[in-house]
Nanobody, 124 residues
């Protein structure tokens, strides 16, 4: 069983940075592809970023590319999402997710485990 716990969300002004953390329990963390998704009020959950197993290959949605960075430390069972130059349209609940068989996937249905989410609110 894998459990994911996000932290680091908050209320910030546009232009600043936040770093989200996702602590993952389970001895096989290094064999899971990890992703960050987000869901704004009234909208569907959407892909933000993903990182593969050990090589750390990354992928980003166009809306966050160049501003967000996903990274992981397998020794610490942790994945991060560094968010720079935040915009009001980045306001959403951010979810961390783990996939065993589809590392790097942009599709939420490929992910096996999900965290409870952390709220990020960006004011203009």
């Amino acid at each position: 069983q894998v459990q994911l716990v996000e932290s680091g969300g908050g209320l910030v002004q546009a232009g600043v940075s936040l770093r989200l953390s996702c602590a993952v329990s389970g001895r096989t963390f290094s064999r899971y592809g990890m992703g960050w998704f987000r869901q704004a009020p009234g909208k569907e959950r959407e892909f933000a970023a993903a990182i593969s197993w050990t090589r750390g290959t990354t992928d980003y949605a166009d809306s966050v590319k160049g501003r967000f960075t996903i990274s992981r430390d397998n020794a610490k069972n942790t994945v991060w999402l560094q968010m720079n130059s935040l915009k009001p349209e980045d306001t959403a609940v951010y979810y961390c997710a783990a996939t065993r068989n589809r590392p790097g996937s942009r599709w939420s249905y490929d992910y096996d485990y999900w965290g409870q989410g952390t709220q990020v609110t960006v004011s203009s």
